[in-house]
């Protein structure tokens, strides 16, 4: 069975870029895949950041960017800021219908 | 501007039934899938599975994610816009908070949440 991953942890400087990416245990992630990214505060439902690969939600920043880097999704944010440390869900169409999550990666800005 | 809002918390013991509910405005109810998400404590988010109302039942569509095939139910009220998460048999292990979601324009990721509901079953 096909595993998505993600980083369980990260962290960054204020101002600072970070890459956070998601992949499968079996495979390349492509376009084909439509990844899409969602941030989580506790308590709170997930926002959506990004959906089919790089288009931003209303309102999102253009802080956030979504991409395909090699054989991974990837979600870059530039000039981190405090309310950026959150966790970060990233979403694989697995086809037939059927999506899977990651397992969440949790942003530490420090 | 589209909304979902999801019912009330609940509180169960195991064995009984449930059913939670997503009543969707905004847009045509019934041209649009709507997911269900788990979120168990501590833990991240999970695709349960997702329906697609459609005009008259013939169109209507289902998928569930293998884990959750089985174990939950998902069903529609075009008549009011709502769409439904039911447990025939509730097992502790049920305890989560569960999120309805909608897909965007381009039907892939969501774009849309309910507030979520929290069933504790105990």
């Known amino acids: 069975q096909t595993v998505v991953t993600q980083e369980p942890s990260f962290s960054v400087s204020p101002g600072g870029t970070v890459r956070l990416t998601c992949g499968l245990t079996?495979?390349?992630?492509?376009?084909?895949?439509?990844p899409s990214w969602y941030q989580q505060t506790p308590g709170q439902p997930p926002r959506t950041l990004i959906y089919?690969?790089?288009t931003r939600s209303s309102g999102v920043p253009d802080r956030f960017s979504g991409s395909i880097l090699g054989n991974r999704a990837a979600l870059t944010i530039t000039g981190a800021q405090a309310d950026d440390e959150s966790d970060y869900y990233c979403m694989l169409y697995m086809g037939s219908g059927i999506s899977v999550f990651g397992g969440g990666t949790k942003l530490t800005v420090l | 501007e589209v909304k979902l809002v999801q019912s009330g918390p609940e509180v169960k013991k195991p064995g009984d039934s449930l059913k939670i509910s997503c009543k969707g405005s905004?847009?045509?109810?019934?041209?649009?899938?709507i997911a269900w998400v788990r979120q168990m404590p501590g833990k991240g988010l999970e695709w349960v599975g997702m329906?697609?109302?459609?005009?008259?039942?013939?169109?209507?569509?289902?998928r569930y994610s293998p884990s959750f095939q089985g174990q939950v139910t998902i069903s529609a009220d075009n008549s009011i816009s709502i769409a439904y998460l039911q447990w025939s048999s509730l097992k502790a292990s049920d305890t989560a908070v569960y999120f309805c979601?909608?897909?965007?324009?381009?039907?892939?990721?969501?774009?849309?949440w309910g507030q979520g509901t929290e069933v504790t079953v105990s």
């Open positions: 079996t495979g390349s992630v492509s376009t084909s895949h439509y």
């Open positions: 089919t690969t790089n």
């Open positions: 979601a909608r897909p965007g324009h381009t039907g892939y990721g969501f774009d849309y």
């Open positions: 329906i697609y109302p459609g005009d008259s039942d013939g169109d209507t569509s289902l």
């Open positions: 905004g847009y045509k109810f019934t041209n649009s899938w």
